[in-house]
């Protein structure tokens, strides 16, 4: 807009100047024109301004204590995991020395049951190797005493038979005898 304005009459036109509005001049323009409404619109702008600001503060307060709450409860939660965690973990702990002090006392008591086996295997083996030794050395006796008796019964049997055998020339006259007979030349003497 410029600083002249045109008045349309029925006449000639007449250009009246008006001087420049200045910054003061502007707002007592709009103070007159609008004072009384921006007057208004800034109280309510405050107002608002300040129920924004109220509520903000609330939602901040708001949203601050839920924050904590979960916190706390997170925290809570956490330190119940926690605390579960070692118990749990001391559980498996225990359990874990429970079982390898069984396999502990497992393995010993099976060693010492090797053991036990091995000392009764050698000492049965020992036993059966006394045993048979024994068997042996009466066996070669008996053996040995069979031995002799029958190189004995032997020696007196040929003993017996040497001196129960009949004479060559004996044996040779009985049996002449016997064939004479045969033939029946032979006779024997009347007993008479």
Not at 44 to 52: I, N
Not at 87 to 116: H, M, N, P, T, Y
Not at 130 to 151: G, S, W
């Amino acid at each position: 807009m410029s600083n002249t304005q045109a008045t349309a009459t029925a006449g000639p036109v007449v250009v009246v100047e008006r001087p420049a509005p200045t910054a003061g001049n502007v707002d007592k323009i709009r103070d007159i024109i609008f004072g009384g409404q921006m007057k208004e619109y800034e109280s309510r702008f405050l107002r608002l301004e300040e129920m924004v600001r109220a509520e903000m503060n609330d939602v901040r307060e708001t949203t601050r204590q839920r924050l904590d709450s979960l916190e706390a409860v997170v925290r809570r939660e956490l330190d119940e995991l926690a605390l579960r965690d070692k118990a749990e973990r001391s559980e498996r702990l225990e359990a874990f020395e429970r079982v390898a002090a069984d396999l502990k006392s497992q393995g010993e008591s099976l060693l010492r049951k090797i053991g036990d086996s091995d000392t009764r295997h050698a000492d049965a083996e020992r036993a059966i190797r006394n045993d048979a030794a024994t068997q042996t050395a009466q066996l070669r006796d008996e053996i040995q005493k069979r031995t002799q008796d029958l190189a004995a019964s032997l020696d007196r049997r040929f003993r017996e038979l040497n001196s129960s055998k009949t004479d060559r020339a004996a044996l040779a006259s009985m049996l002449s005898e016997v064939a004479l007979r045969l033939q029946g030349d032979f006779e024997l003497p009347s007993a008479g």
